[in-house]
Every structure is written in structure tokens, then in C-alpha cells.
Nanobody, 122 residues
Framework: QVQLVESGGGLVQAGGSLRLSCVAS????????MGWFRQAPGKEREFVAA????????YGADSVKGRFTISRDNAKNVVYLQMNSLKPEDTAVYYC???????????????WGQGTQVTVSS
């Protein structure tokens, strides 16, 4: 089992920044690909970004490319999502996920955190 705990969400004005963190425990963190997903009210869960075991990254919607950056620190068992130039449409619950496979598909991920709320005001 892998336990994931997200933090760093909150209320921010449009144009601001937040950094989300996800701390993993239970298994060897460096063996897992890590992903961030988000879900806005009334919408399906959306892939945001993922980072592989060796540090390779993939990003989801064009709307986050260039504004969001995913990274990991294997020494600390943490994955980050740096979010800049935030927009109201980024408002969602953000979830951290882990899996042995490096993927953008939520169905591939076996382990999920509880989520952290990000609210961007206009």
C-alpha cells in the first residue's frame, strides 16, 4: 500500500501562485510514477501532469502547459505541483496519485490521496 497526503491548496486571486505537495509513504517512492489530477464541480476528473521514476514529465490540457510544473524529490518522498498564473478555471480539487506505470490515464493509478481544494477568485 501507498499512502498519499496532499497539502498546499487554498484560496488565491487570479494571477497568483500555489505549490501543492504530496507526501508518500508505505512503499519505495522512487519506484512509482506520480500524477496530479483535478476535478471541478460537475466535471470529470482531469489529468494535469505526471512525473516518471526517472523524472520524465507529461502534461495534460494545453491550458496548464507553461503555467504548471510537476517535480519530485525522491529523498523526501514528495511530489510537487507548482501552479503559476492561476485562473478561475483552475478551481478544483487536486488529487495526487501513484502507480508503477507512467500514465496520463486515471484508471491506471492504484493509489490516491484525499485531495486538496484550490480556489481561484477572479
Amino acid at each position: 500500500q501507498v499512502q498519499l497526503v496532499e497539502s498546499g491548496g487554498g484560496l488565491v486571486q487570479a494571477g497568483g501562485s500555489l505549490r501543492l505537495s504530496c507526501v508518500a509513504s508505505g512503499r519505495t517512492f522512487s519506484n512509482y510514477a506520480m500524477g496530479w489530477f483535478r476535478q471541478a464541480p460537475g466535471k470529470e476528473r482531469e489529468f494535469v501532469a505526471a512525473v516518471g521514476r526517472s523524472g520524465g514529465t507529461i502534461y495534460g490540457a494545453d491550458s496548464v502547459k507553461g503555467r504548471f510544473t510537476i517535480s519530485r524529490d525522491n529523498a523526501k518522498n514528495v511530489v510537487y505541483l507548482q501552479m503559476n498564473s492561476l485562473k478561475p478555471e483552475d478551481t478544483a480539487v487536486y488529487y495526487c496519485a501513484a502507480d508503477l506505470q507512467f500514465s496520463s490515464w486515471s484508471r491506471e493509478y492504484d493509489y490516491w490521496g484525499q485531495g486538496t481544494q484550490v480556489t481561484v477568485s477572479s
